[in-house]
């Protein structure tokens, strides 16, 4: 399964490369991956729209983790000092789902895949992207999944998940990405 353009997939790794902060850099497999992960992140948010009322104009863009974090630090100094559409980002490892609410992007752990459906039903339709790492995490309803295969990440999109939470993601993303449907559009409903 080939799921970004061996271009596009050259582009994406030098484009996470020259965004992963030197003081973030882990030359382990894990903790490379983890880089990119980051670094990807502040990509997406580069390329999703939410609606009007999920960002006030003062506030910054905020990325919860649920569950277990797997990134560690590497989050939290890869998005140090960024900024999309004029507002920082921060980061915030939530306790429980109920803290959810607020977060523009959710990365939800793969620790947590035997609640994931559970968890999106909590989450309905309050315009939070997504974010997983675990196998069918896009086809069960999530937003944005990484795929880790042969040492390379890539995305799959559902952008029907995205649009029934009012989030627009750009074409530019979905070129880069595997689109695939969750449940309800596989059975043509």
Known sequence: MNVVKPASRWLVAAVAAALIPAGAQDSSPAGLEYQIKATFLLTIAKFVDWPPDKLDPSSPILVGIYGKDPFGITLDQ?????SVAGRPLTVQRLRGLDQAGPCHILFISAAERKRLGQ???????????????????AEQGGMVNFVTKDNSVSLEINPSAAERANIKISSKLLRLARVVEGPDQARGK
């Open 78 to 82: 890869t998005l140090r000092g960024k």
């Open 119 to 137: 968890i999106l039903n909590t989450l309905g339709d309050g315009s939070v992207l997504t974010v997983g790492e675990m196998a069918n995490f």
